[in-house]
């Protein structure tokens, strides 16, 4: 149905969310090697398109590297790796194992293209993972939504790195009216607050706005409020780095904050967790 319509087929072998869990797909099939193996397989000799994977690593590094390969041997073409187990989420989730996907990368087969999934927070990260784990390339999730110019070029214009709120969100639903499928609202909204996440810490009533609206029309002028705000903010004050905080009203690197989370060790003791930016090489 749709081979004729894309460049390649990719399998998210690594969705760890509870919808994930009932509906039996995802992370929660990497417990049944076989039935991975048939899926892969299966697209991989009947399909004119490429077969690609996503997949989660397991707290055992044999198994890791005994399902990367397995999962290669299907027929996959790129393999993307995401340095973290099917358990960390959410409050949970930590840092991502580079070391992991860095061992995965040297034992599954040369000619498959392989990614890193994990710990971008600046565009800096990018080489950085690249060097370290020697994969072909980067993807990145919650990064890419709250800054969507973590691609660009570091020696590039402030602007260019960290590019105004509103100026981004209006490209964004430039770009959404211009598909020829109708996006999900919810789905429109969910990136949009993504962007704004460190707005609304400014601007409260921001997010009831921008919750009420409905269709690109109101989400636009949601965005013109903001932008008039933006405006206001930086003629009575300028724009000013302050201790190298990046303002507001610019696209932000994702950075949990510290929480207080239950552990899984016997004693179940609560210990702190900090998202904290890693010295990989250490690491």
């Known amino acids: 149905m749709i081979q004729d319509k894309c460049a390649a087929v990719d399998l998210n072998l690594g969705c760890p969310q509870g919808i994930a869990k009932k509906g039996f797909y995802g992370s929660f099939l990497q417990d049944e090697w076989d039935l991975v193996y048939d899926i892969i397989s299966t697209l991989h000799i009947n399909l004119r398109v490429p077969v690609c994977a996503k997949i989660r690593i397991f707290k055992d590094p044999a198994k890791t590297l005994a399902y990367a390969k397995h999962v290669c041997s299907a027929g996959v073409s790129i393999l993307s790796v995401h340095g973290r187990t099917r358990e960390m989420k959410g409050q949970l989730t930590g840092i991502a194992d580079w070391d992991m996907i860095r061992q995965i990368r040297q034992v599954i087969p040369p000619e498959v293209v392989m990614f890193a999934n994990g710990n971008i927070q600046y565009h800096e990260d990018l080489e950085r993972c690249l060097q370290f784990t020697g994969v072909d390339g980067i993807m ?29 969100a209006r490209e964004y639903l430039e770009i959404v009216r211009e598909l020829d499928d109708p996006c999900s609202n919810i789905a429109v909204k969910a990136h949009l607050f993504a962007l704004f996440r460190v707005a609304f810490e400014e601007h409260k009533d921001m997010r009831n706005l921008l919750g009420a609206s409905k269709g690109c029309e109101e989400s636009m002028n949601v965005i013109s409020i903001m932008e008039e705000r933006i405006d206001k903010e930086i003629q009575e004050t300028g724009e000013k780095e302050m201790g190298g905080d990046i303002p507001w009203y610019r696209c932000q690197p994702y950075i949990r904050p510290d929480r207080l989370v239950n552990t899984e060790n016997k004693e179940n003791e609560k210990v702190e967790v900090r998202q904290v930016e890693v010295d990989m090489e250490v690491a």
Not at 148 to 166: C, L, T, Y
């Open 140 to 168: 990145s999730a919650e990064g890419h939504l709250h800054n969507p110019a973590i691609f660009v070029n570091p020696r590039g214009s402030f602007e260019d790195k960290f590019p105004r709120i509103d100026r981004i």
